[in-house]
């Protein structure tokens, strides 16, 4: 059913908040890395909660080696820190503020980097898509807005990017005609800084090449069978077809089992029931994964373990 997944490179998975995202890429990356690849699970939402799934403490240091499961590494990503480094590199390249207020004119914001929190988290990203030590990075999201906000970054980082250093290149030019009249160098900081800005817009181009490659990405939104998690889903699926994002999967978690002696789980069962179908008159052309709700809360690697038995039984034998 979802076997196709670890032939992957880089799994997302997303959707509304609260229904099930961390769980399910937590599982999967145990499966991945149980099967015998090198796993990286990584949080991208500022909200971590990779730790208390997998029950240890995994922080955004290092790569964590996660207890009890060979082959699998977990880092919850410290956006804070990565955005003092960003800034810095932007504040770099325009100490005063002159290129934005040169280039700025009509359009006042054109200069100012594309959202902070998830270009931060996308520039982290990066590091993990040329990465070459493990076969299978999961990506565990945040509810849907940042998530869709952090997929169309590439697309908007690089044409912010292209024209801050088309910006340098015309002021630079004009730096270095005074400079030639005037005797010295260029200083080397300012062109490491230089550098360094046009590294990152080339990593962002290989970025964008990977994630819209189906073979290598793929994007595995999780819902639950209530109305609201539906629509939420459906302007998921289609935010993610206009960045032409690899989805084909839907995992529909916390179905309610059918109990016919208890009135309360027998409506919930009937609702939900109706709006199961909806999802597959919906997602006819998508692979379906049905996940049941748990007697108990799914935490834990031994829970997490039985879970993936039920996702992924095929493999299993
Ligand atoms: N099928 C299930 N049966 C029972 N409990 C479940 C099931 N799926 C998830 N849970 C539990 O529901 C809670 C929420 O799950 P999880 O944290 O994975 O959701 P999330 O989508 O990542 O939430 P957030 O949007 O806050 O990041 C957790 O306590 C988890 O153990
Ligand atoms: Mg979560």
Request: hydrophobic share 40%; net charge negative.
């Amino acid at each position: 059913m979802s076997l196709s997944l670890f032939e992957k490179r880089f799994l997302f998975f997303g959707g509304k908040g609260g229904v099930g995202k961390t769980t399910m890429a937590a599982a999967t990356a145990i499966r991945a890395a149980d099967l015998g690849y090198r796993t990286l699970l990584v949080s991208t939402d500022p909200a971590h909660s990779v730790s208390d799934s997998l029950d240890q403490r995994i922080g955004g240091e290092t790569y964590t080696e996660v207890n009890n499961v060979a082959n699998l590494w977990a880092i919850e990503l410290n956006t804070e820190e990565a955005m003092r480094n960003y800034s810095q590199i932007v504040t770099q390249q325009d100490p005063s503020g002159t290129i934005s207020e040169f280039i700025g004119g009509d359009d006042p914001t054109s200069l100012s980097p594309p959202g902070a929190d998830e270009t931060v988290a996308f520039i982290q990203l990066l590091e993990y898509i040329q990465n070459p030590e493990y076969d299978l990075v999961v990506f565990d999201t945040a509810p849907t807005g940042h998530t869709l906000k952090l997929l169309q970054l590439p697309e908007m980082t690089q044409s912010w990017l292209y024209r801050l250093i088309k910006m340098r290149r015309r002021l630079g030019g004009m730096m270095a005609g005074f400079k030639a009249i005037f005797g010295g160098s260029a200083g080397t900081s300012e062109q490491e800084a230089f550098d360094k800005l046009e590294e990152l817009r080339d990593q962002v181009e290989i970025a964008r090449v990977h994630l819209a490659n189906a073979k290598e990405t793929e994007f595995v939104a999780v819902t639950i069978p209530t109305i609201m998690a539906i629509w939420e889903t459906e302007r998921l699926i289609r935010a993610l077809f206009e960045v032409a994002f690899p989805i084909s999967q839907i995992f529909i978690n916390q179905i309610q089992p059918k109990n016919p002696d208890c009135t309360y789980c027998r409506s919930r069962f009937e609702d939900q029931q109706e709006n199961l179908q909806k999802i597959q008159e919906l997602y006819s052309e998508f692979d379906l994964v049905e996940i049941p709700m748990f007697e108990y809360e799914i935490r834990g690697i031994k829970r997490l373990r039985e879970l993936t038995l039920l996702l992924y039984q095929e493999d299993s034998g």
